[in-house]
């Protein structure tokens, strides 16, 4: 059975999300990332910013074929054409046609109240599937 963990109040939605990649990576997964084309280009461009002695090789989902086979890291909007990969990070509003294929789906919400109420419609949409649900609930994290 799939899971979908939900990872609320998030204070940067793409910094953390950068840092579940190193985690996923660094554990040997492979993984896309679905979002909106300009949520995914700010990302591309924070993960390699996000250490000036780390690489974490990404590509695009429209990258050639060779390319995006061997990535251990895809960035697309779509899951069109996409074969599954071990999790999928969703950063859209909406839950991806195709995300109950892999087996981890994770969802990054912030304490922004649109935010959180569109991560509730997915989170009902996951459980309608029969994902089995995690929440992780950082507001109650300080900052180190």
Request: with cysteine; aromatic share 6%.
């Amino acid at each position: 059975m799939s899971t979908a963990a939900f990872h609320f109040n998030v204070d940067n939605r793409l910094h953390y999300t950068c840092r579940l990649v190193r985690k996923a990576v660094a554990a040997g997964n492979r993984l896309v990332v679905t979002g909106p084309q300009d949520t995914l280009a700010q990302l591309d461009r924070d993960l390699w910013a996000l250490s000036a002695t780390e690489f974490l090789p990404h590509c695009h989902g429209s990258d050639p074929a060779p390319l995006a086979h061997r990535s251990p890291v895809l960035l697309c909007e779509s899951l069109d054409g996409v074969a599954v990969r071990d999790v999928l990070i969703n950063l859209a509003e909406s839950v991806p046609q195709g995300a109950q294929g892999f087996d981890r789906v994770i969802e990054v919400v912030t304490s922004d109240p649109v935010e959180r109420s569109q991560a509730r419609l997915r989170w009902k949409h996951y459980t309608q599937a029969g994902l089995k649900l995690v929440q992780h609930d950082l507001g109650h994290r300080t900052a180190p």
